[in-house]
């Protein structure tokens, strides 16, 4: 297993004063920036581009940016997202025709790659292109808002990819989005999460670094 990491969902961040807010969530230990792109097309709810990616570079912000795309088509978005400054791609792979192609034009320019799973996707998807994947995300809850409550069926999944993971010896991560918090992120990294996506949990703490805190607090027990 690799080391923990906690990746605060801006789609909860303030966007009236957004690179402060991600430089705050940052300051207060939060490892990743996971930036949720939403196209009023795959999901029924429309949020940021690449524009507001590069922005965010502009401002200063050096952590790792986790593009979550919700989108279909993805693969237009792909070099413009490596453009403005993403570290990490995923996208759901029933939203592209050629997923293996997708996976590779992502690669190519520079990103690592993933396939997100609904919380009804079949994890046969993987089957092929294991190999290509640099991190699986598991949905866990239906995609589109933040806010919704964990989808309890997630952890069986999570616990069927931790050992598909762990038997091909790839250093692939296992990335939960949805529903998580201080109170259930622990049974979560049981069944074999190791980066953690949690939006409302943190920003609408009124801590974000105690909140944070207390999250590292039940991974390590
Ligand atoms: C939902 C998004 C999530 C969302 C998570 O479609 O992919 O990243 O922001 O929000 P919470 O943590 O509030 O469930
Ligand atoms: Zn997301």
Do not use: W
Not at 65 to 79: A, R
Not at 103 to 114: P, S, V, W, Y
Not at 186 to 198: L, S
């Amino acid at each position: 297993m690799q080391p923990y990491l906690i990746a605060p969902s801006i789609l909860s961040a303030d966007f009236a004063r957004l690179g402060e807010d991600v430089n705050e969530v940052l300051a207060a230990g939060a490892d990743v920036v996971h930036f949720d792109v939403m196209d009023n097309h795959y999901v029924p709810n429309l949020t940021i581009g690449p524009m507001v990616c590069q922005a965010l570079r502009n401002y200063g912000i050096t952590a790792p940016i986790d593009v979550h795309l919700m989108v279909e088509p993805v693969d237009s978005l792909v070099p413009q997202f490596a453009k403005a400054g993403a570290s990490i791609i995923t996208f759901h792979p029933e939203a592209s025709k050629h997923i293996d192609r997708t996976l590779q034009l992502i690669k190519d320019h520079g990103c690592q790659a993933g396939l997100v799973f609904n919380p009804a996707t079949p994890l046969s998807y993987l089957d092929y292109v294991l190999d290509k994947v640099d991190v699986v995300l598991l949905m866990s809850v239906n995609p589109g808002f933040g806010g919704q409550k964990f989808i309890p069926a997630t952890l069986d999944k999570l616990a069927a990819v931790r050992q598909l993971i762990d038997h091909s010896g790839l250093p692939i991560r296992l990335e939960i989005d949805g529903g998580v918090t201080v109170a259930n992120i622990g049974e979560i990294a049981a069944a074999g999460a190791d980066m953690f996506v949690a939006g409302s949990a943190i920003f609408n703490s009124p801590d974000y670094a105690a909140t944070i805190a207390q999250m590292r607090q039940q991974l390590a027990a």
